[in-house]
């Protein structure tokens, strides 16, 4: 069975091979040998094109190798590559021209910016230039103005980031990761209006676009709590959220829910899907249908970021949606492992991301676990199949990411189940209806009545929240596993399912 997946899923190996590069570079430094192993990869895929070799069975391997070992040489390769990206050598107070990449994150005494730098003074450009950094502004009615796109001209004694005192997370290290090379609080600043590259220009649109949205968002719903829920749930925007509300939403389970990610994608893009059924079955209504949709995908990505979970629900829905229009079901696992391939050759320390592992992990699991679970219990009647469904997905995700968010949260839902069937179908009708309000506030101006439903949906949502998250005993806290625990859960949770499978296919 291990084999035959293997043999439908070229992409897994693919992916396995990458993913050893990344780590084995990052880990200890192998890039030495990384010429010997493509030159070797090179000459076994030079064999395979003489005719002779290439029809003999005992060389039948050696293309696949050959690929395989190239995958493995890119992950050693792109990892050195991101990792000298972010290096940071620049000591002392100079000048920048950066670019904020994002909106400033307001802080108790300052701002958080992220930003990429553009030049430097003489001394020094050649070293920092599109190194991103994180700075720090003074909190004013200035700063309050800043926006992403815009550039500075700063005055800046940026250096790598320290350690927390007595903290076990190592924060250099996972700013490292996120490609941040430098931190610093500046100390003088001023605008400098120069036009964003067109190859940027998308992205801030997106993001101006967004904060629009978030103006008018504002009007129809006053009320904090249903402001922030709203941002999160659409635009996958949590920093208005207060702490008490978000850790009430990671007690019952429901943080999945505020990240946008597939569950969002798959309701939205089911919704539309629906309403353009129309098009009908055939080749030309598939294609059509497929080129309105995929544009919205990547434009709604856009709007919430692009973060890694996004990232992987907008590729798995472009690859469906691909197949889908040329009649080509993909084999779901393949489709999982191309996109993480794909990611990975963009940014291989998404690897590291935690978005990135629970949500691959949870859609590995409804994969593989799922049709196992649904097959436990067949209903013919649509509305307990739907909840059976329900039931099935969240349960099946669970259990691949429960090792993991252990690891790090220490923390386990023991109502994950109800979380889900309450939280899930509510959450599908607010990604429908706050669109539809905000469409409405557009055309008719801000109307008490218009935002009336959408307000008392959310309303109704944060009180099962808080309602949830006051039953006794609902999150068990206090769990710890280290790296070697985990992965022996995770070896002993694939054996489990792989004997189950095996002999409910028997």
Known sequence: MILQTFRQAPFLRLLLALIAGILLQFYSDCSAFAGGILTFAAGLLLLCTIPKIRKSY????????????????LGIYLTKKTWLQSEWMIEGEHSYLVRLTDDPVAKPKSRMCKAEILSANESVVREVVNTKVLLYIPNDSASSRLTAGQCLLIRASLEKP????????????????????????VKYWQRDDRPVPCNQFL??????????????????????????????????????????????????????????SGLHFNLIFGAAYFLLSFLGRGMQGKIIRQLILLPCIWGFAFLTGLSPSVLR?????????????????????????????????????YLWDIG??????????????????????????????????LIAVSLSAQIGVFPLSIYYFHQFPMLFLLTNLLLIPLSGILLLLIPVSL????????????????RELLSLFISITQSLDRIPGGNIAGLYLDVSETILCYIGLGFIVYLFVRRRMS
């Not at 350690?163 to 076990?168: R, T």
């Not at 949606?321 to 940014?347: C, E, K, S």
């Open 162 to 185: 320290n350690s927390f005192p007595g903290a076990d997370f190592d924060y250099p290290l996972y700013l490292r990761r996120q490609g941040y090379g430098a931190v610093g609080f």
């Open 356 to 389: 990135f592992q629970l949500s691959f992990i949870a859609v590995v699991s409804i994969v593989i676990i799922n049709p196992v679970i649904v097959r436990l219990y067949p209903v013919n009647n649509p509305m307990v199949k739907y909840v059976w469904d």
């Open 313 to 349: 629900a907008a590729c798995m829905l472009s690859l469906w949606g691909i197949g889908d229009a040329l009649f080509y079901r993909p084999f779901t696992l393949n489709t999982v492992a191309a996109t993480a391939f794909f990611l990975l050759l963009y940014y291989p320390f």
């Open 58 to 73: 005992a060389c039948r391997h050696f293309f696949g190798i050959g690929i395989f070992l190239i995958s493995f040489v």
């Open 439 to 454: 469409l409405c506030q557009l055309i008719f101006g801000t109307q008490a009545w218009l935002a009336f439903p959408l």
């Open 203 to 260: 992205w801030f649109e997106s993001l101006k676009l967004r904060n629009r949205l978030f103006v008018h968002l504002r009007e129809l719903l006053p009320d904090s709590h249903s402001f922030a829920l709203a941002a999160a749930l659409m635009f996958g925007y949590t920093h208005a959220m207060d702490k008490d509300l978000r850790q009430s939403f990671a007690h019952i389970g429901a943080g999945h829910i505020l990240a946008v």
